[in-house]
């Protein structure tokens, strides 16, 4: 695992989760770098530090081949510290998505001193025929595109 120039890395923890198909993993990550200061008095950050579960598909019109998904939950939980004299001025837009295959979310709430970000992708194990490809890429689209949301901080 490489470690991004100025993020240090606390506690790291794994556990297990209910019936041994699942597991838990805790970690403290912090960098003096991680938002971009805009005219002094704006800060653009992500909100996004663990990339989200799903497959990704090429841009394409068309495919010939079966969609195959794998069954999976994937839970996310971050809470980000804000820096001192920022407080959030454009929160990320929550987004709820469902399919017959699977679902998404993400939801976003402004804490003291905080950010804080819950997010969970499913997907059934299926096999989807090539014509619906366009909506499948669609929704993993989508799902990475909510995950990549940036909040605009702005100074007291």
């Known amino acids: 695992m ?4 100025g993020w240090t890395v606390g506690k790291i923890a794994v556990e297990d989760g209910s019936g041994g ?8 990550l912090g960098s003096s770098v991680y ?3 805009m005219g002094g008095h704006l800060m653009v950050i992500s909100s996004s530090l663990v990339a989200p579960f799903g497959p990704t598909f090429p841009v394409s019109e068309s495919r010939a081949e079966p969609i195959v998904l794998q069954a999976g939950m994937h839970r ?6 804000l820096p001192e004299k ?4 454009e929160m990320p837009i929550a987004v709820n998505e469902q399919m017959p295959w699977g679902s998404f979310s993400v939801s976003y709430q402004q804490k003291p001193g905080e950010l804080s970000v819950e997010e969970m992708v499913r997907t059934d194990a299926v096999t989807l025929p090539a014509e619906q490809y366009k909506q499948v890429k ?3 689209d989508q799902v990475y595109g909510a995950d990549a949301q940036q ?4 100074k007291d």
């Open 2 to 5: 490489s470690i991004p120039t």
């Open 21 to 28: 198909a699942a597991y838990n993993v805790k970690a403290e």
């Open 35 to 37: 938002g971009q200061i």
């Open 76 to 81: 996310k939980h971050i809470r980000l510290k």
């Open 86 to 89: 920022f407080k959030i001025d």
């Open 138 to 140: 669609k929704f993993f």
């Open 151 to 154: 909040a605009v901080l702005a």
